[in-house]
């Protein structure tokens, strides 16, 4: 289905270039002063569950993102962008505090149920919150006199400590323990069971409403609102959607529209591409707002996804895999930054960054000092946002000792160098390694031809790994092969909620 569609993507690439030189041209915007780049506002939008290849700006001829496009436009995209966790919960805290989710120990999404007794491996431990001792982005921002609000997604905990306003926002609207609404419509509540334990629970994202609302247009009203509510005060919007997270609904009306589409052209589902429609135009609202407001020659807005797209919604070919995996489409997403007087409009980078490169590069366009420390694993991107830039040459790394029920998912740590990535998988026990340059899907597994490039990048992945202290997977005593199988070995939550 998507391969019919991908042997067209060359040319519509060439219509989209088109498009997008005609808007960088047109949309230029003056360099700001030395004075409104040290005070610029902050938009971070991050989508969950994104794909790499769901807007057309990356290459779709099926997701219809035209303001997504416009700021990529105006902005800098990057090809090789990378969440720091193939699931939601670990690439927000890694968004929020500039450390890998091993360092953190917070590498799976939350709660995440029990890992069950008789599983191969024991499971790492984690922590199921964001720790109070991290000083966040809003935290450090808000100390420089930022006004701060989370508007969507939390899912880093719940009270007592772990709630956006315990970790530096001023306002938090629709955040708490829940990934994901019980429903995209008013009343947003919905009723889950939790598998071997008998128990139900109520998921309630916003107590108030009215009658036929759309969860991502109401948090838009009032993201809305708050940027008029800011005045003169600089501020960060931090606006995590809830959507394109399951359950999979959107309005009618277009969802109707694309299923108008041959189905050999689809490539995802009608109602999930929908979802994504809906994001754009929530984009093209804050856009709107801040022309209105006349902040956007001194505001940044970042546009990302927290992990790769949920499998039974949308094709990540040519990406392998899907959310939960660490194949390329499990982990690889959208990145736009367009940061007004420094990203060059139009420029589209493939160097290789991750989650927790966005707080240095915030504190640096709010105009504060870095704070190292802090975002030991992160760097600042500004370098990159010019054709010619150059960061540090380094390695990025990914650490996930647990089972889930998502395809291609196996507990594993990863480390991409260069052109090369190698995953060491726990179980099964196995070490693939590929060259994404000539091999994008990751089908060939260099591993045998490439002996000593194997041991390097072990090497170099183990020293990290001691490095952060990473949790490792551990053999079981009780291990029972009649009672599980990998991939389904933790007695965990519906997929609808992580």
Same mark, same amino acid.
């Given at each position: 289905?998507? $391969?019919?569609m991908?042997?067209?993507m060359?040319?519509?690439?060439?219509?989209?270039?088109l498009t997008?030189?005609?808007y960088?041209?047109f949309?230029?915007?003056?360099?700001?002063?030395?004075?409104?780049? $040290?005070?610029? &506002?902050?938009?971070i939008i991050?989508?969950d569950?994104l794909? %790499?290849?769901d807007?057309?700006?990356?290459?779709?001829?099926y997701y219809r993102?035209p303001?997504?496009d416009?700021?990529?436009?105006?902005g800098?995209?990057f090809t090789d962008?990378?969440?720091a966790?193939a699931v939601?919960?670990?690439?927000?805290a890694a968004?929020l505090?500039?450390?890998?989710p091993?360092?953190?120990?917070?590498t799976?999404?939350?709660?995440?149920?029990?890992?069950? +007794?008789? !599983?191969?491996?024991?499971?790492g =431990?984690?922590?199921?919150?964001l720790p109070?001792?991290?000083?966040?982005?809003?935290?450090?921002?808000r100390?420089a006199g930022?006004?701060?609000a989370?508007?969507?997604?939390w899912?880093?905990?719940?009270?007592?400590f772990?709630l956006p306003e315990h970790?530096?926002f001023d306002?938090?609207?629709?955040g708490?323990?829940?990934? !994901?609404?019980?429903?995209?419509?008013?009343?947003y509540n919905?009723?889950w069971?939790?598998p071997a334990?008998?128990?139900?629970?109520? %998921?309630?994202?916003?107590? #108030?409403?009215r009658?036929?609302?759309y969860?991502?247009?109401?948090?838009?009203d009032d993201?809305?609102?708050?940027?008029?509510?800011?005045?003169?005060q600089?501020?960060?919007l931090?606006? +995590?959607?809830y959507?394109?997270?399951?359950?999979?609904q959107a309005?009618?009306?277009m969802?109707?529209a694309?299923?108008?589409v041959?189905q #050999?052209?689809q490539q995802?589902q009608?109602?999930y591409?929908?979802?994504?429609?809906s @994001?754009d135009?929530?984009?093209?609202?804050i856009?709107?707002?801040?022309?209105?407001?006349n902040?956007?020659? &001194?505001?940044l807005?970042?546009f990302t996804?927290?992990?790769?797209?949920f499998a039974?919604?949308? #094709?990540? $070919?040519?990406l392998?895999? /899907?959310?939960?995996?660490y194949?390329?489409?499990?982990?690889r997403?959208?990145? @736009?930054?367009?940061?007004?007087?420094?990203?060059?409009p139009?420029?589209?980078?493939h160097?290789?960054?991750?989650?927790?490169d966005?707080?240095?590069?915030?504190?640096a366009?709010?105009?504060?000092? !870095?704070n190292? &420390?802090?975002?030991?694993?992160g760097? /600042?991107?500004?370098?990159?946002?010019?054709?010619?830039g150059?960061?540090a040459d380094?390695?990025?790394? %990914?650490?996930?000792?647990?089972?889930?029920?998502?395809?291609?998912?196996?507990?594993a740590s990863? @480390?991409?160098?260069g #052109?090369?990535?190698?995953?060491?998988?726990?179980?099964?026990?196995g070490?693939?390694?590929?060259?994404?340059r000539g091999?994008l899907s990751e089908?060939? &597994?260099?591993?045998?031809r490439e002996?000593? =490039?194997r041991e390097t990048l072990?090497?170099e992945?183990n020293q %990290?790994?001691?490095?952060v202290?990473?949790e490792?997977?551990q053999?079981n005593?009780?291990?029972d092969?009649t009672?599980v199988?990998?991939?389904?070995n933790?007695?965990?939550?519906?997929?609808?909620s992580?």
């Amino acid at each position: 289905m998507f $391969s019919h569609m991908f042997s067209h993507m060359i040319s519509h690439m060439m219509s989209r270039l088109l498009t997008l030189q005609f808007y960088a041209l047109f949309f230029l915007l003056p360099p700001a002063s030395a004075d409104e780049v $040290s005070a610029l &506002n902050l938009v971070i939008i991050l989508v969950d569950d994104l794909g %790499w290849m769901d807007l057309s700006c990356q290459g779709s001829t099926y997701y219809r993102t035209p303001h997504i496009d416009r700021l990529a436009a105006e902005g800098v995209r990057f090809t090789d962008a990378y969440a720091a966790c193939a699931v939601c919960s670990p690439t927000r805290a890694a968004i929020l505090t500039g450390k890998y989710p091993a360092r953190l120990m917070l590498t799976d999404w939350l709660p995440s149920g029990r890992w069950n +007794p008789a !599983a191969r491996l024991r499971e790492g =431990r984690f922590l199921r919150g964001l720790p109070v001792e991290e000083f966040t982005l809003a935290e450090a921002l808000r100390e420089a006199g930022y006004r701060t609000a989370s508007i969507g997604k939390w899912h880093l905990g719940s009270e007592p400590f772990s709630l956006p306003e315990h970790h530096g926002f001023d306002l938090n609207i629709g955040g708490n323990a829940h990934g !994901a609404p019980g429903n995209y419509f008013f009343p947003y509540n919905g009723n889950w069971l939790i598998p071997a334990t008998g128990l139900r629970v109520q %998921w309630n994202v916003l107590p #108030d409403g009215r009658e036929g609302e759309y969860l991502t247009d109401r948090l838009t009203d009032d993201a809305v609102r708050f940027l008029h509510d800011c005045g003169e005060q600089p501020f960060l919007l931090y606006f +995590p959607h809830y959507g394109v997270h399951t359950p999979l609904q959107a309005k009618a009306e277009m969802v109707a529209a694309y299923q108008e589409v041959p189905q #050999d052209q689809q490539q995802g589902q009608p109602v999930y591409a929908a979802m994504v429609q809906s @994001i754009d135009e929530s984009v093209g609202r804050i856009m709107t707002t801040l022309r209105q407001l006349n902040k956007h020659r &001194n505001t940044l807005v970042i546009f990302t996804s927290d992990n790769g797209g949920f499998a039974r919604a949308t #094709d990540n $070919s040519p990406l392998r895999a /899907n959310k939960g995996a660490y194949y390329e489409g499990g982990i690889r997403v959208p990145l @736009i930054i367009r940061w007004p007087g420094v990203a060059q409009p139009g420029l589209v980078v493939h160097e290789p960054v991750i989650s927790t490169d966005l707080y240095p590069t915030c504190l640096a366009a709010a105009g504060l000092p !870095a704070n190292p &420390n802090q975002h030991e694993d992160g760097v /600042n991107l500004q370098p990159l946002l010019q054709a010619g830039g150059r960061i540090a040459d380094r390695a990025l790394f %990914w650490h996930y000792p647990h089972y889930n029920s998502h395809p291609s998912s196996v507990p594993a740590s990863v @480390i991409r160098r260069g #052109d090369w990535k190698l995953i060491e998988s726990f179980d099964p026990a196995g070490v693939e390694l590929y060259n994404l340059r000539g091999d994008l899907s990751e089908t060939s &597994n260099l591993v045998a031809r490439e002996p000593a =490039r194997r041991e390097t990048l072990l090497q170099e992945l183990n020293q %990290w790994r001691q490095a952060v202290r990473a949790e490792m997977m551990q053999p079981n005593p009780d291990y029972d092969p009649t009672r599980v199988s990998a991939g389904q070995n933790r007695q965990q939550q519906p997929l609808n909620s992580r």
